[in-house]
């Protein structure tokens, strides 16, 4: 697999992370679809096992996604802006801290934009608060199996 190619499937699966803290976009399917891309071209037992693996591991998320409680975003107040924000500091946590990084980045990144928002401590982190408690931990579950199954993908690329 060449050098251009690698990169492009590394920007499907940037886009399907993204996808995970967008809401409408599958971010899950499209990072699977990058591995599949990326499997399907390398043809190599390692190139199979992560696919294998990153199969069970999307699928797992999904079971555990629908077993936990509905997200109420509307209720909880709020933006796309804040969930965007949270989500790009959540990947860069990812990657400055790995695994732990994620779920720090991401209420780092909600708090900056209510901080902004509405002008104090106090009341940035009770919405902060509230909007966690209204996303519960779907949305972090989902981002930590897309970022596991990235983070596999990436290292078996470096170690080939």
């Keep these: 697999m060449g050098t251009w190619q690698l990169v492009l499937v590394g920007l499907v699966m940037l886009l399907g992370l993204l996808g995970v803290v967008t809401p409408g976009v599958p971010g899950?399917?499209?990072?699977?679809?990058?591995?599949?891309?990326?499997s399907?071209?390398?043809?190599?037992?390692?190139?199979w096992a992560v696919?294998?693996?990153?199969?069970?591991?999307?699928?797992?998320?999904?079971?555990?996604?629908?077993?936990?409680?509905?997200?109420?975003?509307?209720?909880?107040?709020?933006?796309?802006?804040?969930?965007?924000?949270?989500?790009?500091a959540g990947i860069a946590g990812f990657f400055l801290v790995p695994l732990l990084g994620a779920a720090l980045g991401f209420v780092a990144g909600i708090y900056g934009v209510e901080r902004q928002r509405l002008g104090g401590?106090?009341?940035?982190?009770?919405?902060?608060?509230?909007?966690?408690?209204?996303l519960g931990t779907s949305v972090l579950v989902e981002l930590f199996a897309c970022l596991l199954v990235v983070g596999a993908w990436i290292g078996s690329v470096l170690r080939g």
């Design 28 to 38: 899950p399917p499209i990072v699977w679809a990058g591995v599949l891309w990326w």
């Design 40 to 47: 399907m071209t390398a043809r190599t037992a390692l190139a």
């Design 51 to 88: 696919l294998a693996g990153a199969t069970g591991v999307l699928l797992l998320n999904q079971a555990v996604i629908w077993l936990l409680p509905p997200r109420r975003l509307r209720g909880a107040g709020i933006t796309r802006r804040a969930f965007l924000v949270a989500g790009s």
């Design 121 to 134: 401590h106090g009341e940035a982190w009770a919405s902060t608060r509230n909007v966690m408690r209204a």
